[in-house]
């Protein structure tokens, strides 16, 4: 079984303009699959830097004298390139979400195809797992996060469904979730409803949007100029926070113009939104949401 099959492989690494002698990251490492197309085109006096939280994707640590992982979140980009001596860098790759390795461990409690404990941590010595959230999470605060993390249409009453069903027993496993929600869950939709729940329970176990806003602030330092971001994601929240950032360095609102009615940005936009062809999609069915977008720091 491949670990991770690395998504828009080419496409992501052009975009960081390689130089041979540069110095580059990558905070998704995984199964290592952009790491190694980055290394391929590094020269000897070249250098990457490689993030991931997961215990499991130490295993495919690369014996190359170019190549460091870091066993850490990139929300740590910043302190652990600095305790490495590295304070600007030519290049910055980021694929977000679970990788395929994620997916496919039943017991990790990421997918919808096996029943196994409400688990969802990317990083395996988390303290806080799906079953702390369903089970321990107001009502409120359950309906807020299915709402804006899984844009779950009937959130209000899912949460109070769960929290009902709580009080008698706790539930343990995913096929309990999806009992305790079954008049929710009407055949034809039953795998896309669930999928919006997974997700927003999943965001909320990871701190995935706090890791990402926190990741990107960071960039705008750590980049040489003329350095590069090729950053994919995969669902709306993301794409739209890494679109707001690279357009204006900002999260919401808009950057303010000086007398001239002239705004200062930190990043310029190099080319259009990039998703996989027909043919990738065909190959690696987990590539159909990913979304491409690359920017050069000014």
Do not use: C, W
């Amino acid at each position: 079984m491949e670990y991770h099959n690395p998504v828009l492989l080419k496409e992501t690494v052009d975009g960081l303009n390689i130089k041979a002698a540069g110095v580059y990251v990558d905070v998704t490492f995984g199964g290592g699959g952009h790491s190694k197309e980055i290394l391929s085109r590094l020269g000897e006096n070249g250098k990457l830097y490689a993030f991931d939280q997961d215990q499991d994707a130490l295993k495919n640590a690369i014996d190359d004298p170019r190549f460091t992982l870091i066993s850490q979140n990139f929300r740590h980009l910043k302190k652990f390139l600095r305790f490495y001596g590295v304070k600007k860098v030519d290049g910055i790759l980021g694929d977000f979400g679970v990788s395929s390795h994620q997916f496919d461990v039943a017991e990790r409690g990421f997918s919808l195809r096996f029943e196994a404990d409400l688990d969802m941590r990317m990083d395996q010595d988390s303290e806080i797992s799906a079953y702390h959230i369903v089970n321990e999470y107001s009502e409120n605060e359950l309906r807020s996060i299915l709402s804006v993390y899984g844009e779950v249409r009937n959130a209000k009453a899912i949460a109070a469904q769960i929290v009902e069903a709580r009080t008698e027993t706790p539930i343990k496993t995913t096929e309990e979730l999806r009992i305790v929600l079954k008049r929710f869950l009407p055949n034809y939709k039953e795998h896309k409803i669930l999928a919006q729940i997974y997700q927003a329970i999943r965001i909320e176990v990871n701190q995935e949007i706090e890791v990402l806003k926190e990741f990107l602030l960071q960039t705008q330092e750590m980049l040489d100029e003329g350095g590069r971001v090729s950053l994919i994601s995969y669902h709306s929240l993301e794409d739209r926070l890494v679109k707001r950032f690279i357009r204006s360095g900002l999260f919401e609102g808009e950057p303010e113009k000086d007398f001239y009615g002239r705004i200062e940005v930190p990043f310029k936009k190099v080319g259009k939104l990039i998703i996989p062809s027909k043919e990738e999609i065909k190959i690696n069915n987990r590539a159909r949401s990913a979304k491409l977008r690359i920017a050069e720091r000014l």
